[in-house]
């Protein structure tokens, strides 16, 4: 049975531009412009929608579809071309989550789980891009500074071909799939090069066993230790930072220690550890692979002795999303010390859904994001 199916639209009259609503989602959850948070801040926003589309508020497109949304570059035209997601319904079994504890959509009907969908070959985008060309404009505009194009793929010889190649490629949503009843979905193909996996690092906060001396003398047992050339505090110093973390020595894992008054560490995790006899170190060698898995087991675990830092609500182990966020939290007293990872390569994901495995939770996120309320998922249907 098909995993990927079109499905009958609600539609909303959108305005040209989209205001954002300043509520922070929780990562791989989709932004949500203004104009969908009362609907999601619904006590019931199944019903909610439901009542729109009774009062007539909301349109529905009679004829079910598959729709594209196009999500362009900030630079426009010069950032090359968009990254396109596939709007389609899922079944509750076309994937297991990527990560532990996803987050959860409000409604099932309105926020797209992203998903993403290996592609070694290019295939799938090459067939998004056929579509686009084929398709029917339904809206163009703008949100959160990017060109948003939303299209309709008529069903046609493109569409089928379409869902006989999802129906066979390795398929992981970000987010919770509903139980029960189709999901909303915004599928998109890992081969996408305007398509970032970006990481969540980790703070930690309360750590009684973080010392900064003992602590940088325990972790040269795991790893060699790196003074930084530039301040954290400054913005030369964060691009340098960066730049020397991904590129230190290929083939090595590091993370950036981040320490009060714009101070920092690289460590280098010396080469061959035997992982699998550390307890709380994933039994899966694909995972034991991974920077976060490398901190969580020989950092967090072994040197600070943090039990399962890899738990979601930790009360110590805190995810930070972006670099200078890690560094202001520091800075300001909020956190201890903070720990960044590099991006996880694509390869490494593709290695992770190739083994059916699981990924800890917050490891990673995706960027650019299609926002919440294009349309919607009409379940009734």
């Known amino acids: ?21 300043g509520y922070v989602p ?43 949304v196009e999500v362009h570059s900030q630079a426009g035209k010069l950032g090359g071309p968009p990254v396109r997601y596939l709007l389609c319904a899922l079944r ?9 504890d996803p987050y959860r959509p409000r409604s099932w009907e309105a926020e797209p789980a992203v998903t993403l969908t290996a592609d070694d070959h290019g295939v799938f985008r090459g067939l998004l891009a056929e579509a686009s060309e084929r398709s029917v404009l339904v809206w163009e505009g703008e949100f959160d500074g990017r060109t948003l194009v939303l299209r309709r793929i008529e069903p046609s010889p493109v569409s089928k071909r379409i869902q006989a190649v999802l129906d066979e490629a390795p398929m992981r949503p970000l987010t919770a799939l509903a139980e029960s009843g189709p999901t909303l979905a915004a599928v998109v193909p890992l081969s996408d090069p305007g398509l970032e996996l970006l990481p969540i690092h980790r703070a930690l906060k309360g750590v009684a066993t973080f010392k900064e001396e003992t602590f940088l003398t325990l972790v040269t047992a795991y790893a060699r230790v790196y003074e930084l050339d530039e301040p954290l505090d400054t913005p030369r110093g964060l691009v340098a930072a960066r730049e020397r973390l991904a590129t230190l020595i290929s083939g090595h894992h590091a993370v950036l220690l981040v320490l009060p008054g714009g101070r920092g560490r690289i460590l280098r995790f010396r080469q061959g550890l035997d992982l699998a006899h550390l307890k709380g170190a994933p039994r899966n060698p694909t995972l034991r692979s991974l920077d976060l898995a490398l901190l969580n087991a020989l950092v967090l675990r072994t040197v600070l002795g943090i039990q399962d830092p890899e738990a979601a609500g ?31 390569p694509i390869w490494e994901v593709r290695a992770v859904m190739e083994a059916q495995a699981t990924l800890p939770s917050r490891t990673l996120r995706v960027d650019p994001l299609p926002p919440a309320g294009l349309l919607f998922l009409d379940t009734d249907t």
Do not use: C, I
């Open 1 to 21: 049975m098909a995993r990927v199916h079109p499905f009958t639209a609600l539609l909303t009259p959108l305005a040209r531009t989209l205001e954002p609503s």
């Open 26 to 68: 929780r990562s791989n959850a989709v932004p949500q412009p203004s104009h969908v948070r009362p609907l999601l801040e619904a006590a019931n926003p199944s019903a909610e929608l439901r009542r729109q589309r009774e009062s007539g508020v909301l349109l529905r497109d009679a004829r079910p579809a598959l729709y594209l």
């Open 92 to 100: 509750q079994d076309a994937g297991t989550p990527l990560e532990f």
């Open 314 to 344: 930790h009360p110590h182990v805190f995810p930070v999303q972006g670099l200078e966020s890690l560094v202001k939290g520091v800075e300001s007293g909020t956190f201890q010390a903070g720990f960044a990872l590099n991006p996880p």
